[in-house]
């Protein structure tokens, strides 16, 4: 698993690349075991989905009745959407890499949305935070998450747009699969695995 140190570096790396510099590049590992070695980036994403399943489970247990809790399975089937919206969305990026005939961009954007997810998760994480000790601040929050959201497409667009250089069309194509598929899958899985608040 990477060290605090390895994933720092990554991190710098795709700050240049949001930042519009190619040197962001130098501190990416593209090769295969750097493909491999970034979903490492799911177990670094683990303490913020903690925040986030706590978080489902109160928002899940105000629509049940009051003497109802929930299980270990109950988490179970979080992390399985977890799982499901981290990797859907990266396969749907290589078909569409594939069909345009651009596969050897497929290991750039694997690798750079995986450890951007580490940043993103742990933003996200932090403002559900702000619900459970500030619960009349969900107002605000709301407002937060939805800067939060447009600031993500920016930043994913951004990386995008230096991976595939010129090819805006692609570049808007890719951060669409990126991340529509992964909201309509999560709300899918999430009222056939039973876990969606009534």
Not at 34 to 51: D, E, K, Q, T, Y
Not at 58 to 68: T, W, Y
Not at 118 to 132: T, W
Not at 152 to 167: E, K
Request: aromatic residues 14%; positive net charge.
């Amino acid at each position: 698993m990477p060290g605090l140190r390895e994933v720092q570096y990554y991190l710098a790396g795709l700050w240049l690349l949001i930042r519009m510099d190619p040197r962001g590049f130098r501190f990416l590992d593209l090769s295969e075991r750097g493909v491999n070695r970034s979903f490492w980036a799911m177990v670094w994403c683990l303490p913020p989905m903690g925040i986030s399943w706590l978080w489902w489970r109160q928002a899940f247990l105000r629509s049940m009745p009051p003497e109802a809790d929930v299980t270990f399975a109950f988490f179970i089937r979080l992390g399985l959407v977890e799982i499901a919206n981290w990797i859907v969305p990266l396969v749907f990026a290589g078909l569409l890499l594939l069909a345009f005939r651009m596969g050897e961009r497929f290991a750039p954007v694997v690798v750079s949305v995986n450890w951007l997810g580490v940043p993103l998760s742990y933003i996200n994480g932090l403002l559900l935070a702000l619900v459970f000790f500030l619960p009349g601040a969900v107002g605000l929050v709301s407002l937060l998450l939805l800067a939060f959201m447009l600031a993500q497409v920016f930043v994913l667009a951004r990386i995008l747009r230096m991976i595939c250089h010129d090819h805006a069309l692609m570049v808007g194509a890719l951060t669409l699969v990126l991340l529509v598929p992964s909201m309509i899958l999560s709300e899918y899985l999430q009222h056939f695995l039973g876990i969606y608040p009534a």
